[in-house]
T-cell receptor, first 113, second 112 residues
Framework: QQQVRQSSQSLTVWEGETAILNCSYENSAFDYFPWYQQFPGEGPALLIAIRSVSDKKEDGRFTIFFNKREKNLSLHIKDSQPGDSATYFCAASENYNQGKLIFGQGTKLSIKP | NSKVIQTPRYLVKGQGQKAKMRCIPEKGHPVVFWYQQNKNNEFKFLINFQNQEVLQQIDMTEKRFSAECPSNSPCSLEIQSSEAGDSALYLC??????????FGPGTRLLVL
């Protein structure tokens, strides 16, 4: 059973557009949701994270929109650049579960120049 | 940028051989996690530590996998008898507070 699900395996957008990556989850006890960016041959890099008490978190070109009732969230990347081409992972963890992250299967984002 | 150091970056072993990889967490981070990322990009949590104490580990870890985080030494993950299915990227992450986890570059294990 996939506890964290990313709706697209891959996504292609044009340079300058907003890329929207979607994620949903099963476990109501999840309360921390980081997004990681991974380039080939590298480890995942923390991009931005949100807690379930918030419905939006913004950091530069990256924004998370969170809907607790619907159990879904999305990562918006404004003004996409070719350097944003990478695989993005949505993850989740429960409070009081020692931080164990459950990852989605990733969305490979390609930005066309 | 993450300052988690993992060595070696690549490891090739035959089936049945031991495979050992090391991790130096970011300075001041008391919590260390190990995850396995397979070729299908599926992540599996293996074990985590707070300082030298195990917080949580999965059943698989208890059988062929062993890990430790001794004080003043790198953390390590060792597979006692490697199997082909263990071929994966092994990721170490460290954290100040169990939530915000910073990953190293990983050790890519290939079991022939």
């Amino acid at each position: 059973q996939q506890q964290v699900r990313q709706s697209s395996q891959s996504l292609t957008v044009w340079e300058g557009e907003t890329a929207i990556l979607n994620c949903s989850y099963e476990n109501s006890a999840f309360d921390y949701f980081p997004w990681y960016q991974q380039f080939p041959g590298e480890g995942p890099a923390l991009l931005i994270a949100i807690r379930s008490v918030s419905d939006k978190k913004e950091d530069g070109r990256f924004t998370i929109f969170f809907n607790k009732r619907e159990k879904n969230l999305s990562l918006h990347i404004k003004d996409s650049q070719p350097g944003d081409s990478a695989t993005y992972f949505c993850a989740a963890s429960e409070n009081y579960n020692q931080g164990k992250l459950i990852f989605g299967q990733g969305t490979k984002l390609s930005i066309k120049p | 940028n993450s300052k988690v150091i993992q060595t070696p970056r690549y490891l090739v072993k035959g089936q049945g051989q031991k495979a050992k990889m090391r991790c130096i967490p970011e300075k001041g981070h008391p919590v260390v996690f190990w995850y396995q990322q397979n070729k299908n990009n599926e992540f599996k949590f293996l074990i985590n530590f707070q300082n030298q104490e195990v917080l949580q580990q999965i059943d698989m870890t208890e059988k062929r996998f062993s890990a430790e985080c001794p004080s003043n030494s790198p953390c390590s993950l060792e597979i006692q008898s490697s199997e082909a299915g263990d071929s994966a990227l092994y990721l170490c992450a460290s954290s100040l507070d169990q939530d915000t986890q910073y990953f190293g570059p990983g050790t890519r294990l290939l079991v022939l």
